[in-house]
T-cell receptor, first 114, second 113 residues
Framework: EAGVTQFPSHSVIEKGQTVTLRCDPI?????LYWYRRVMGKEIKFLLHFVKESKQDESGMPNNRFLAERTGGTYSTLKVQPAELEDSGVYFC????????????FGAGSRLTVL | ELKVEQNPLFLSMQEGKNYTIYCNYS?????LYWYRQDPGKSLESLFVLLSNGAVKQEGRLMASLDTKARLSTLHITAAVHDLSATYFC?????????????FGKGTLLTVNP
């Protein structure tokens, strides 16, 4: 079974530019989550999709961040315009709709904003 | 606001030795998770602890949960180099919906020959 796949693994951009991160969850997983780890800090929750619907986006830092999951399959997280404090590792995770929902995480996308 | 504190944050130990990583959390929770991360890799689920007194073991790792003390421990027995990684505990802060995890900062474990 393929795991959670994230792309790109590392992105280096300049302040003010736009970056789009992509996450492909495990096939059949209705729940998709985005988390972020800023350097030296804890991994923090950003938002949660159930299929294509945003269930909870209380962790999104501000309106420069836009997450989508059209069709309920893969998801994208766009940062526009990027700021220095957005640098960090963005993790995606997925879990089935029912059962003991252990989140399966991807390897993360490292974002560096210069 | 739920807070999760791990200690130590850095742990260097010799092969063959035993040690314990501690995870304290500030409010009641339904579930506690331990994850392992190797550099550049995904977070790998190790244990899910669901109730007071729960104990789970896998190889040289054993996790326990005391919900009254709001404390979980990850005990390492006779460490080997392959256990070198970062270990995270995470607490379910979603009221049972099981998606909004609050993580500790992680413990970077280095096992030296």
């Amino acid at each position: 079974e393929a795991g959670v796949t994230q792309f790109p693994s590392h992105s280096v951009i300049e302040k003010g530019q736009t970056v789009t991160l992509r996450c492909d969850p495990i096939s059949g997983h209705d729940n998709l989550y985005w988390y972020r780890r800023v350097m030296g800090k804890e991994i923090k929750f950003l938002l949660h999709f159930v299929k294509e619907s945003k269930q909870d986006e209380s962790g999104m830092p501000n309106n420069r961040f836009l997450a989508e999951r059209t069709g309920g399959t893969y998801s994208t997280l766009k940062v526009q315009p990027a700021e220095l404090e957005d640098s960090g590792v963005y993790f995606c995770a997925s879990s089935p709709q029912w059962g003991a929902n252990v989140l399966t995480f991807g390897a993360g996308s490292r974002l560096t904003v210069l | 606001e739920l807070k999760v504190e791990q200690n130590p944050l850095f742990l260097s130990m010799q092969e063959g030795k035993n040690y314990t990583i501690y995870c304290n959390y500030s409010t009641t929770s339904d579930r506690l998770y331990w994850y392992r991360q190797d550099p550049g890799k995904s977070l790998e689920s190790l244990f899910v602890l669901l109730s007071n007194g729960a104990v789970k073991q896998e190889g040289r790792l054993m996790a326990s949960l005391d919900t009254k003390a709001r404390l979980s421990t990850l005990h390492i027995t006779a460490a080997v180099h392959d256990l070198s990684a970062t270990y995270f505990c995470a607490v379910d802060n979603s009221g049972g919906s099981n998606y909004k995890l609050t993580f500790g900062k992680g413990t970077l474990l280095t096992v030296n020959p």
